[in-house]
Nanobody, 123 residues
Framework: QVQLVESGGGVVQAGDSLRLSCAASGRTLSSYAMGWFRQAPGKEREFVVG????????YYTDSVKGRFTISRDNAKNTVYLQMNSLKVEDTAVYYCAADRNNMIMTAGAVDYWGKGTLVTVSS
């Protein structure tokens, strides 16, 4: 049974930074693409960032380019999301995801999900 456990969420002010972590257990996910989705209140879950199994390729949705950085440590079975210059519109529950086939993910094709961590950005 694979578990993805996110941590690092919290309440910050606009312009601040946060670092989210996603630790996998149950099996190694070094051959999986990893990514982060987010879901704001009243909105659909959206794909934000993805990283290939090797870490060599990354994808960022336009709204976070230049502010967010995804990375992974396959030896620790962990993926990270560094979020800088946070905006009020970044407020959401952030979900870690693993996909064996695609770095650019769609929610319906994700193999494993975390339970989410809440990020609240105040003005």
């Amino acid at each position: 049974q694979v578990q993805l456990v996110e941590s690092g969420g919290g309440v910050v002010q606009a312009g601040d930074s946060l670092r989210l972590s996603c630790a996998a257990s149950g099996r190694t996910l070094s051959s999986y693409a990893m990514g982060w989705f987010r879901q704001a209140p009243g909105k659909e879950r959206e794909f934000v960032v993805g990283i290939s199994w090797s870490g060599g390729t990354r994808y960022y949705t336009d709204s976070v380019k230049g502010r967010f950085t995804i990375s992974r440590d396959n030896a620790k079975n962990t993926v990270y999301l560094q979020m800088n210059s946070l905006k009020v519109e970044d407020t959401a529950v952030y979900y870690c995801a693993a996909d064996r086939n695609n770095m650019i993910m769609t929610a319906g094709a994700v193999d494993y999900w975390g339970k989410g961590t809440l990020v609240t950005v105040s003005s």
